[in-house]
């Protein structure tokens, strides 16, 4: 036997005192398997962060249609790709630099479901470049030459993390078919006029770029990603696109009215959170304006803010808002 | 546990083949059936792995159930992005096995000299001494492997457990050409380890 494979078998020898005995045979497989279904019921009915995670990831694929595609429409597509055109005839811009949150109750969820399964849509939608796969990296430093973004910063007191996801980036295209777009408003209530005539035809381009998602052992989750960036005829007025959106989710003509005035929607993303799912508000992450959802269980919250020109979302499944702001000032 | 491994063979063998990204999908749909066959196919190889890296069996069980709680959820993170990859079920779970486990020894690292001290005395027990010499030794072991890269632990732990050099390449992604080299290098950099914590002034569980 070659001395190579004597030191091996020596130490596969030293590492048999790890084996289990007897004493140490677990619970049946059955046994197990009943517990972690059980884990699985609880966090399907209580796991904050799974139902964030679902709902950022756009599970709620019928809610998300409806929602994102009007949100598209008005140009502040958070998870939607996209691309910016060269064309010079493009001067709106739309670049999240803040976020805002409205809270959508479950009865206007209901009916911008049922705005979806009609297959209501806003115009003709042209995937450019599908978002890449989420894919498995190796280390911080592949994900980084991976996405090509300038620096990736991680969270040093968790410890190394233990899956690092990346996906490259995508665009699209939306043609408004404005029959369409005033259809889906009437649909859910609001004032399909709202939208002006020289919206028919508008094109908005959407770009989404390469991010990277770092978990760890206790469910903390770090997503960041250069900000998602939206090119609209100039001749599209945000604040009344706005105004109509804020209708869409529920606000009523007043409130919208008011709240439309006072949100810059060239640089803020609005973020539709069902009611019962979580409350939230502003807080300040790092020097900056960010937005921390409260789980109504108390089982966890999450931060949205941007900072350089990266969107970052940080979710603690077991933490509360002031302690993930505190987690975030550690970011490396 | 030897019985349990080939108990769990034997089940395995009985399982209809289906491609682990089909598995997968359906587990992200709430397919129980397809997760039974995932967990009852993996779950006595996923503790025993764990079972070697904590030494305990309460906590391998609680980690080795929060592993395929992680399966469960990376399934639903997947199911966007499954039509273009390609799934390795039993990888991602060794990887995430190793990952935990390894990060749960690292925590203890620092404990592990000063547990040393808390060994009860054997003096009068029979067959006492013994034991405690094989505990000494395994912590010096698992500290040891504290020390690796968590790749060159789930290699060496899978190889100890049985696995071929073909299922180590799989599960740890690298050529199965490469395994032999890689399982050299492993087994210095752990004989280096084990010397740099002391281990080698233990004495050695003889076979």
Redesign the interface.
Known sequence: MPQ?EK??Q??????????????????T??Q??A???H??EQ?VQNGFS?RL??FV?S?NRRFAYAAFLFILLFGAAFSFPSVRAAASDFLGLFRVQKFAAISVSPEQIAILERVAEEGLTPGELEIINEPG???AADSLKAAQESTGLAAVRTLPEL?DP??IWVADGGNGRLTVDLEGARAIVAATGADPMLLPDSLDGAVVDVAVYAGIQQQW?DGTMLMQTASPVVDYPDDVNPTVLGEALLQVLGMNDDEAHRLAQNIDWTSTLLLPIPQEFASFNEVTVEGVSGLALNSLDGHGSALFWQKDGIVYLLLGPDMTADELVSLAGTLK | MDELNKSDERRGDSVTTLSDNLLLERISRGDAASFETVFHQHYDRVYGLLFRLVGNRVEAEDLAQDVFLKLYNHAYRQRLFLRSREHNISAWLYRVATNMGYNAIRGRQRRWQRNMTLVPDPQGIPGAETEVEKREVATAVRAALAHLKPRQVQLLLMRQMGFSYAECAVACNIAPGSVGTLLSRAAKAFREAYEDVGGDQRLEIRD
């Open positions: 190579s030191e091996l020596s130490v596969m020898n030293q590492l048999s005192v790890l084996e289990p005995t007897t004493a140490d045979t677990p619970q497989s059955s197990a398997l517990r972690v279904n884990q699985i966090q799974y995670r679902r990831m599970d796969d989420l894919v410890g233990d899956e052992a």
